[in-house]
T-cell receptor
Framework: RKEVEQDPGPFNVPEGATVAFNCTYS??????FFWYRQDCRKEPKLLMS???SGNEDGRFTAQLNRASQYISLLIRDSKLSDSATYLC???????????FGSGTRLQVQP | DGGITQSPKYLFRKEGQNVTLSCEQN?????MYWYRQDPGQGLRLIYY???????QKGDIAEGYSVSREKKESFPLTVTSAQKNPTAFYLC????????????FGDGTRLSIL
């Protein structure tokens, strides 16, 4: 079983739609969580950290469910510019690097 | 502006040749990382370093080597032992602390001639 699992998609949605992605992680000792965005042939960029209480940044909302070991990302009022791959990232703590999921591809259509 | 600089942006390797990818950061981060990304795939960890003069193998270290002689610099050498080196290579750094994210350079694309 992969440490961090995501539905690869693609999710094809019209402009203005609301879309949600889930990501599951296997290690219950995971300490911190992030969503990154990666555009085609570019480096990943931090979208937002995911806090236990959930957090919101404009049209983006991230939630953490420790009991079920998943995190989610909700995008409201999708824009064409939201088209990208969204990477779920987990930190197990200690000396290790962050663990990246393989990403979920979103395509917002006019 | 603080950031992570990778060079070159594109690199071509001949058979049997070693090539070195540069990664420099001026963020004063202790930890630095190298990842490899193949088309349509996720990131795979090659090597990481938490402190100067110390580094650890990641999941796919075979055929690669690194050094960490200075805090700012973490070069990656792709040796001739790496038989399938064509990929997108990403360097990242991170501030100390469990809740800190990683920050990435803009990558180096390596291809075989």
């Amino acid at each position: 079983r992969k440490e961090v699992e995501q539905d690869p998609g693609p999710f094809n949605v019209p402009e203005g739609a609301t879309v949600a992605f889930n990501c599951t992680y296997s290690n219950s000792a995971s300490q911190s969580f992030f969503w990154y965005r990666q555009d085609c042939r570019k480096e990943p960029k931090l979208l937002m950290s995911v806090y236990s209480s959930g957090n919101e940044d404009g049209r983006f909302t991230a939630q953490l469910n420790r009991a079920s070991q998943y995190i989610s990302l909700l995008i409201r009022d999708s824009k064409l510019s939201d088209s990208a791959t969204y990477l779920c990232v987990v930190n197990y703590g200690g000396r290790r690097a962050l663990t990246f999921g393989s990403g979920t591809r979103l395509q917002v259509q006019p | 502006d603080g950031g992570i600089t990778q060079s070159p942006k594109y690199l071509f390797r001949k058979e049997g040749q070693n090539v070195t990818l540069s990664c420099e950061q001026n963020l004063n981060h202790d930890a630095m990382y190298w990842y490899r990304q193949d088309p349509g795939q996720g990131l795979r960890l090659i090597y990481y370093s938490q402190i100067v003069n110390d580094f650890q193998k990641g999941d796919i270290a075979e055929g690669y080597s690194v050094s960490r002689e200075k805090k700012e610099s973490f070069p990656l050498t792709v040796t001739s032992a790496q038989k399938n080196p064509t990929a997108f290579y990403l360097c990242a750094s991170r501030k100390d602390g469990n809740n800190q994210p990683q920050h990435f350079g803009d990558g180096t694309r390596l291809s075989i001639l």
